[in-house]
């Protein structure tokens, strides 16, 4: 990388950073603290509350997307980092569940990462993309780490209006970053040619990525639905199961270097393929241990989730970087726009279907899906065509 690069990738990564550990910090404890509200009692709205942040993030990022190809990329994530920390004081204010539920939907509404993400393609080579997508799914996976040993601890001190305090003073940091580290934008968006939206919905390869990151978020946000319980089953106390997620988080980058390798060779559809594969060898896997009855080992627990992270975050980094090579520059935040909406969706998705299965299927019913669903993912990515570097 050059350093304009080093530079571009490390600022946006660190805007990712910022605002994905708000959010993870107030994830591990909400269903816990809602309680405590007025109307606390009633499960299916404080699952909404969780959820809804999803769906207005689906519903603004594809329009978000397209503003940032006409008004530039700068200007819309400040706009949408601010209304994420609005949301944020909404939700430290609020003195019930619906104040909590309108506070997440406008944070959702501040659906800035079709557009950061659009910037960093527009500031980096291809050659170099996929490792400066890499920073990006790092640094949200080592905030979804921290989150997991912090939240409880936090939670504790300040409760969740603190928590959601908390939450918008980083979005504004974030803020300061994009004004003052970020480098400028390399073009004047307002004069791009114009195009059509039909142009990113209708190309093949664009398709398959865009459905691809929907069922990649769908089955992570499923999977969790089972995975704690395997590891109290397994004889690991709710409280430490950070000791299983934190090494497999961050071993997990390590094993990253065997992707870069792969794209310096030309082989990056190989490692999309292979990386799915892994998913599907963790889901398979996942559904024998939960089948059988008897208490999973930690040790086989540990290692499948080191396995299912090492291929979530090199699909993390593969899939927006063949995205933002695929698409027309003028189109490019239109085409980041509508995958990252796929990407919404798969959240909001898997937490709906993850809790429907473990009701009426229980967690081997939840795995077989799961895995059922990666296989038919694999099917669909095979004919991708390669891209050259």
């Given at each position: 990388?050059?350093?304009l690069?080093?530079?571009?990738?490390?600022?946006?990564?660190?805007?990712?950073?910022?605002?994905?550990?708000?959010?993870?910090?107030?994830?591990?404890?909400?269903?816990?603290?809602?309680?405590?509200?007025?109307?606390?009692?009633?499960?299916?709205?404080?699952?909404?509350?969780?959820?809804?942040?999803?769906?207005t993030?689906?519903?603004?990022?594809?329009?978000?997307?397209?503003?940032?190809?006409?008004?530039?990329?700068?200007?819309?994530?400040?706009?949408?980092?601010?209304?994420?920390?609005?949301?944020?004081?909404?939700?430290a204010?609020?003195?019930?569940?619906?104040?909590?539920?309108?506070?997440?939907?406008?944070?959702?509404?501040?659906?800035?990462?079709?557009?950061?993400?659009?910037?960093?393609?527009?500031?980096?080579?291809?050659?170099v993309?996929?490792?400066?997508?890499?920073?990006?799914?790092?640094?949200?996976?080592?905030?979804?780490?921290?989150a997991?040993?912090?939240a409880?601890?936090?939670?504790?001190?300040?409760?969740?209006?603190?928590?959601?305090?908390?939450t918008?003073?980083?979005a504004?940091?974030?803020?300061?970053?994009?004004?003052?580290?970020?480098?400028?934008?390399?073009a004047?968006?307002?004069?791009?040619?114009?195009?059509?939206?039909?142009?990113?919905?209708?190309h093949?390869?664009?398709?398959?990525?865009?459905?691809g990151v929907?069922?990649?978020?769908?089955?992570?946000?499923?999977?969790?639905?089972?995975?704690?319980?395997?590891?109290?089953?397994?004889?690991?106390?709710?409280?430490?199961?950070?000791?299983?997620?934190?090494?497999?988080?961050?071993?997990?980058?390590?094993?990253?270097?065997?992707?870069?390798?792969?794209?310096?060779?030309?082989?990056?559809?190989?490692?999309?393929?292979?990386?799915?594969?892994?998913?599907?060898?963790?889901?398979?896997?996942?559904?024998?241990?939960?089948?059988?009855?008897?208490?999973?080992s930690?040790a086989?627990?540990?290692?499948?989730?080191?396995?299912?992270?090492?291929?979530?975050?090199?699909?993390?980094?593969?899939?927006?970087?063949?995205?933002?090579?695929?698409?027309?520059?003028?189109?490019?935040?239109?085409?980041?726009?509508s995958?990252?909406?796929?990407?919404?969706?798969?959240?909001?998705?898997?937490?709906?279907?993850?809790?429907?299965?473990a009701?009426?299927?229980?967690a081997?019913?939840?795995f077989?899906?799961?895995?059922?669903?990666?296989?038919?993912?694999?099917?669909?990515?095979?004919?991708?065509?390669?891209?050259?570097?």
């Amino acid at each position: 990388m050059t350093p304009l690069e080093r530079r571009s990738s490390i600022s946006l990564a660190l805007i990712f950073a910022l605002r994905m550990l708000g959010l993870f910090l107030v994830l591990p404890v909400f269903a816990l603290e809602a309680r405590k509200y007025p109307g606390g009692d009633d499960p299916a709205l404080v699952g909404l509350a969780m959820g809804i942040y999803g769906l207005t993030q689906a519903a603004l990022q594809l329009p978000l997307g397209m503003a940032s190809d006409r008004f530039g990329r700068k200007r819309v994530i400040v706009l949408g980092l601010l209304v994420f920390a609005a949301g944020s004081l909404v939700a430290a204010l609020a003195g019930s569940v619906t104040g909590l539920l309108i506070g997440r939907a406008v944070q959702g509404a501040g659906a800035v990462s079709a557009a950061v993400t659009a910037l960093l393609a527009d500031q980096t080579r291809d050659a170099v993309r996929t490792k400066a997508m890499a920073l990006v799914g790092a640094s949200i996976g080592l905030m979804f780490a921290v989150a997991l040993v912090a939240a409880p601890l936090l939670a504790a001190r300040v409760g969740l209006p603190g928590l959601f305090g908390l939450t918008g003073a980083l979005a504004l940091a974030g803020i300061a970053v994009v004004l003052w580290w970020v480098p400028p934008e390399p073009a004047q968006h307002a004069d791009a040619p114009r195009g059509r939206l039909a142009d990113v919905w209708t190309h093949p390869d664009l398709l398959r990525l865009n459905l691809g990151v929907l069922v990649l978020h769908t089955v992570q946000m499923a999977m969790w639905v089972a995975v704690p319980a395997l590891l109290v089953h397994a004889g690991l106390d709710k409280g430490a199961h950070w000791q299983v997620y934190l090494p497999a988080v961050v071993l997990s980058f390590i094993a990253m270097g065997a992707l870069f390798a792969m794209e310096r060779r030309g082989r990056l559809r190989a490692a999309l393929l292979a990386a799915i594969g892994l998913v599907l060898l963790v889901q398979a896997g996942l559904a024998l241990l939960a089948a059988s009855g008897a208490a999973p080992s930690l040790a086989v627990l540990g290692a499948l989730l080191f396995v299912f992270f090492c291929g979530f975050n090199a699909l993390e980094a593969t899939q927006p970087s063949l995205v933002s090579r695929m698409a027309p520059a003028h189109l490019r935040g239109a085409a980041l726009g509508s995958y990252n909406t796929l990407q919404s969706l798969g959240l909001f998705a898997g937490g709906a279907l993850g809790g429907a299965l473990a009701k009426w299927a229980g967690a081997p019913g939840l795995f077989a899906a799961t895995a059922a669903l990666t296989a038919a993912w694999l099917l669909l990515t095979w004919p991708l065509r390669p891209m050259g570097r």
